[in-house]
């Protein structure tokens, strides 16, 4: 990945700056760059890479709202080696630092002003008139995780907005409020993105309830329940792959309040 760093950085005309910056199981490295932005790269499999570019961060610059705050796109460069596809962007550097950049789950209360959370809903308003560049969470999916995480049939997901997919606290900076990492964004059930917020706080009550505030009139219908079962769902297929350890109890505990069953062993 560090070679990976040199690659993007000789090719797009620029030279990283400072220490390194690790993401999710050192899938994506960044660094700031001499001109002033973020140079961040990406790695996956080139099997199941599509081979040609349809979501990311390059569309997001395309069909996204200015109105939603998240770093822009400056340049990109992709190649293949060794089995693998490689994408870099050049994007603006961002001050602040991630809420949470050890796990996106929720520790602690990190004191956010009312105007971080009105961005938030700003943000989030605006992306759901975007055209999506894809269905993510697709009802295949749902039809096989509920009856074996949830112990329900899986719901009929009928309403969808266009959202962010990944809105967690390893995704979002403090204040002033910047939404990162969008690989990921397109078409999601109602209420997916705020259910998904949701249930990353549960260790921090506080904050766990200033978002059911905030979005009730999206987490409170039944679109909305929706939208946070499948939440829970997906967090629950985590656990089972050895993730969230210390949040799993309060996932299951709210995966029977919503559901009325009691989860598979």
């Not at 709202?65 to 596809?85: A, C, F, Q, T």
């Not at 602690?108 to 009312?114: K, N, Q, R, T, Y």
């Not at 990944?166 to 990162?180: K, R």
Request: proline letters at 8%; glycine letters at 8%.
């Amino acid at each position: 990945m560090v070679d990976a760093l040199a690659a993007a950085s000789e090719h797009l005309g620029t030279a990283p700056t400072g220490r390194l910056a690790w993401g999710w199981l050192g899938r994506t490295i960044g660094s700031r760059t001499d001109g002033g932005h973020w140079l961040r790269v990406h790695c996956g499999e080139a099997a199941k890479t599509p081979a040609t570019r349809n979501e990311g961060i390059a569309l997001a610059e395309e069909r996204v709202s200015d109105k939603v705050s998240r770093p822009h796109l400056h340049d990109l460069h992709r190649w293949e080696r060794g089995g693998y596809v490689f994408e870099a962007e050049l994007i603006d550097y961002i001050a602040q630092p991630v809420i949470s950049p050890e796990t996106p789950d929720l520790t602690a209360d990190p004191g956010l002003p009312d105007s971080w959370w009105a961005t938030l809903r700003e943000s989030l308003d605006a992306l759901s008139t975007a055209e999506p560049p894809r269905e993510t969470i697709r009802q295949s999916w749902a039809d096989r995780v509920f009856p074996e995480f949830l112990g329900i049939p899986a719901p009929a997901i009928t309403a969808r907005v266009t959202g962010h997919a990944d809105l967690q606290w390893a995704n979002l900076t403090h204040h002033p409020l910047v939404i990162l990492d969008w690989e990921r964004w397109g078409a999601v059930p109602v209420g997916y993105d705020p259910a998904m917020l949701y249930v990353n706080s549960l260790r921090v009550p506080t904050v766990a309830e200033r978002i059911r505030t905030e979005f009730a009139d999206v987490l409170d219908t039944p679109a909305g329940r929706i939208g946070e079962q499948i939440a829970l769902a997906e967090m629950l297929q985590a656990v089972d792959r050895g993730w969230y350890t210390d949040l799993a109890p309060l996932l299951r505990r709210r995966a029977v309040e919503m559901t009325g069953v009691r989860l598979p062993e």
